[in-house]
């Protein structure tokens, strides 16, 4: 069965403080990785799509990379309005969402 | 362009009856998935539709149900409510199936009492 897991679960950064969220999986064919962000009571907002290892993609203070077990999402100088919750997503025959990681930026 | 709308928003309904959920996905849209989302397990997915037909189903209790219409518009219905119904459904859709940069709706927060 598909496995993907984020860490941590919980992230608090001083406002400008970079720091980097994990999401790891298991699946056989991986077709393609997904960011998404969460604001409390929204669905979630598409980020980003990487599709093989080594491939970047940035958007803002947010840069998303992928190897063949891992896929990172870089946060460079965080601001207080990217406080959210941000899921990773794995596609094989479905899209399976890891449980997120909670992100608090402090001004 | 409009996003994804979902309908109602909000809905409080009694264990035993049945409750169903419309969404309406962004325009030339023909891909719809639902997702289930409650604190302990994250998002859950459900069903996806493309063009009329279901072509994905996750690991739900054959009383949640789904459909898709003509106008892409899509509907999920669940019969004999439960307490542990009661979650956030999320309803996202995609431009085609090989394209799964999904954009989601608002959700409908349904309180099964």
């Known amino acids: 069965e598909d496995q993907v897991t984020q860490s941590p679960e919980a992230l608090r950064l001083q406002e400008g403080e970079s720091s980097s969220l994990n999401c790891s999986y298991t699946?056989?064919?991986?077709?393609?990785l997904f960011w998404y962000r969460q604001d409390p009571g929204k669905g979630p907002e598409f980020l980003f799509t990487?599709?093989?290892a080594g491939e970047e993609k940035e958007k803002e203070r947010l840069k998303a990379t992928l190897t063949k077990k891992e896929s990172f999402l870089h946060i460079t100088a965080p601001k207080p309005e990217d406080s959210a919750t941000y899921l990773c997503?794995?596609?094989?025959?479905?899209?399976?969402f890891g449980t997120g990681t909670r992100l608090t930026i402090i001004p | 362009k409009a996003g994804v709308t979902q309908t109602p928003r909000y809905l409080i309904k009694t264990r035993g009856q049945q409750v169903t959920l419309s969404c309406s996905p962004i325009?030339?849209?023909?891909?719809v998935s639902w997702y289930q989302q409650t604190p302990g397990q994250g998002l859950q997915f459900l069903f996806e539709?493309?063009?009329?037909?279901?072509?994905n189903k996750g690991n739900f209790p054959g009383r949640f149900s789904g459909r898709q219409f003509s106008n892409s518009r899509s509907e999920m219905n669940v019969s004999t409510l439960e307490l542990g119904d009661s979650a956030l459904y999320l309803c996202?859709?995609?431009?085609?199936?090989?394209?799964?940069?999904?954009?989601f709706g608002p959700g409908t927060r349904l309180t099964v009492t």
């Open positions: 325009s030339g849209h023909r891909s």
């Open positions: 539709y493309f063009s009329e037909t279901q072509r």
């Open positions: 990487l599709y093989s």
């Open positions: 996202a859709s995609s431009l085609d199936g090989a394209n799964y940069e999904q954009y």
């Open positions: 699946v056989s064919g991986l077709r393609g």
């Open positions: 997503a794995v596609l094989e025959e479905k899209l399976t």
